[in-house]
Nanobody
Framework: QVHLVESGGGLVQPGGSLRLSCAASGSNLRINVMGWYRQAPGKERDLVATITNGGSTNYADSVKGRFTISRGNAKNTQYLQMNSLNPEDAAVYYC??????????WGQGTQVTVSS
């Protein structure tokens, strides 16, 4: 199985930045895609960004140019750098990992609040 641990959420003022981290652990991991979703109260969980083992990235239109997803030097880690945050970005952010052996796994979620 795959265990994902997230960190980095919190309260930030509009225009500010946050960096989310997500680390995957487990046995016989063969993770090929990692990414982030977010869910605001009363709304569906929406895709934010994805990154493959090869470094290919994909972003939701709403975050292009402001968010950057990256993989860490440590195996099976990922980051989401979020800049120019606005209140519409406030949500619980969930990281996920697609493993060729185990399927999709999710992190526990981390709250991002954007408010002055």
């Amino acid at each position: 199985q795959v265990h994902l641990v997230e960190s980095g959420g919190g309260l930030v003022q509009p225009g500010g930045s946050l960096r989310l981290s997500c680390a995957a652990s487990g046995s016989n991991l063969r993770i090929n895609v990692m990414g982030w979703y977010r869910q605001a109260p009363g709304k569906e969980r929406d895709l934010v960004a994805t990154i493959t083992n090869g470094g290919s990235t994909n972003y939701a239109d709403s975050v292009k140019g402001r968010f950057t997803i990256s993989r860490g030097n440590a195996k099976n880690t990922q980051y989401l750098q979020m800049n120019s945050l606005n209140p519409e970005d406030a949500a619980v952010y969930y990281c996920y990992a697609d493993d060729l052996n185990w399927g999709r796994y999710w992190g526990q979620g981390t709250q991002v609040t954007v408010s002055s």
